[in-house]
């Protein structure tokens, strides 16, 4: 027990220095302003929690996975700067599994991507399409742009399908009953002409496919679709698969 | 108008080189008799609907245009026909103004339509004995091209300003918050799309070769 006031404060103070207390509360609470999770507490727990893996052979790319996807988990794609940065720990992160570095194992990326679908509320089914366009090999070697590209098409698609359930909602009939396929399908054919606008700049473009999914133009669909559309009704797993199939047709195959 | 021709290319053509036309006896006694003819055939199989000629002059007084003409269809004949005659090139034969000027002779120029042209005669005529040799040189064919039509910008733009007639929504879901829904769906596609990547994937080496860890038997 050390003695006397002075001496005590300047112990403590030495403890802290050496073992390096100052620059871990700064990178949490760094991270916390970075995530501004509702639980600081959980947040703070599990943040440390990661940092105190132990780095034992067996479970090592099981522990680095889980590390990864959480850093994956911490800002949404639209906070720009943050998703990147926890984008670029992750990959060093499972970086680390490879012994000489030059890239990420494929398995390892592919695996990323499945948890990231299904953590996104992406039903199995809905994301094999996707993760087929997007997976790699096992002796593959998955390089940094290739996995940004891949994790960002998963965290969109997830939202994707979200909106597109959400969609499916609102277009079924008053009385909470399947939404009918003419209408369903009126409404997802106004959604693929608009991505199909590819001529003139952006600007042109933005400007073409926002007239071809404005209100008057849909309100205009789904009239015609009414009474010209094919028959019957459409569930909810159909819509969601039409939906998809836009979206994936669009994702550039990763070779 | 002729500022289209910048992007037409040339319709790539045969020029023959240019038979000067004798008077008299090919070998003993021949004289120059100041008229040559330049034939230019136009690729086989495919009739040029012709926008422009274009040509560099060397020392020509005046020239004329035929035009081998075949219109579209089975066994069409083919006929000759003037659509320039004697075009001054020159202001006075005997001298040097115009004599290696550029010119260019436009359809509107043409006293014929220059559509289906198959084959293209050009006769130049230099009276005057101080130029013997004459021809034309860079001799160019651009074809008339249909111009784009320009709806693409002012049909969606006319679609907006049809804004007063208001379809009846009976039993429908409100347009406005399925526009949105589409909307944001658009959005996303669009974020996937603008960042995709040209990076591919590499394999993983061990000294040029591969690490017999990571290939899998499966």
């Given amino acids: ?255 | 108008m002729s500022d289209g021709t910048d992007d037409i290319k040339p319709v790539a053509c045969t020029v023959k080189p240019p038979v000067y036309l004798q008077i008299g006896d090919a070998k003993t006694d021949a004289t120059h008799s100041g008229v040559c003819v330049v034939d230019v055939t136009l690729p086989f199989g495919k009739p040029v609907n012709i926008e422009e000629i274009t040509f560099k002059n060397y020392y020509t007084a005046y020239v004329t245009v035929r035009l081998l003409r075949r219109s579209p269809g089975q066994d069409a004949p083919a006929k000759w026909c003037t659509v320039l005659r004697d075009l001054r090139l020159m202001d006075n034969p005997h001298t040097e103004g115009g004599s290696q000027d550029y010119y260019s002779i436009h359809r509107t120029q043409m006293q014929a339509e220059p559509d289906h042209v198959v084959s293209i005669r050009l006769i130049l005529r230099q009276p005057s004995s101080a130029w013997l040799t004459f021809s034309l040189e860079e001799i160019r064919v651009f074809p008339h091209v249909e111009p784009d039509p320009e709806k693409e910008v002012s049909d969606w733009l006319s679609d907006l300003m049809l804004m007063d007639q208001h379809p009846d929504l009976e039993g429908l879901p409100d347009p406005q918050t399925v526009s949105s829904s589409i909307q944001q769906m658009w959005a996303l596609t669009e974020v996937m799309q603008s960042n995709q990547t040209t990076a591919s994937i590499g394999r993983f080496d061990v000294d040029g070769c591969y690490d017999i860890n990571l290939l899998s038997l499966t």
């Fill in chain 1, 1 to 255: 027990m050390p003695a006397g006031k002075a001496t005590k404060s300047d112990g403590d103070r030495e403890f802290l220095s050496q073992a390096g207390v100052g620059e871990l509360l700064r990178g949490a609470i760094l991270k916390m302003v970075e995530a501004r999770s509702d639980d600081p507490i959980g947040f703070l727990a599990d943040h440390f929690c990661n940092l105190a893996s132990v780095t034992d052979t067996g479970a090592q790319e099981q522990q680095l996975l889980n590390r990864a996807l959480w850093h994956l988990r911490l800002a949404h794609h639209s906070q720009r700067s943050a998703f990147s940065n926890n984008v670029r720990v992750a990959y060093d992160l499972l970086n680390l599994t490879t012994p000489r570095g030059g890239g990420v194992s494929g398995s390892l990326y592919t695996h990323t991507l499945q948890c990231l679908c299904s953590e996104g509320g992406v039903p199995a089914s809905t994301s094999a399409p996707l993760l087929r366009c997007l997976h790699c090999h096992n002796h593959e070697a998955v390089p940094y742009d290739v996995f940004r590209y891949g994790v960002l098409t998963c965290a969109v698609f997830s939202d994707y399908i979200r909106q597109a359930q959400r969609l499916y909602a609102e277009v079924c009939s008053p009385d909470a009953g399947p939404a009918s396929r003419a209408l369903g399908l009126a409404v997802l054919g106004t959604l693929k002409e608009a991505l199909e606008t590819s001529q003139g700049c952006d600007a042109i473009r933005y400007l073409e496919a926002s007239a071809k999914i404005s209100p008057y133009k849909l309100a205009h669909v789904m009239v015609g679709g009414q009474t010209q559309g094919p028959g019957g009704n459409m569930d909810a797993k159909e819509f969601e698969n039409e939906a998809a199939e836009l979206f994936i047709a669009r994702v550039k195959v990763v070779s």
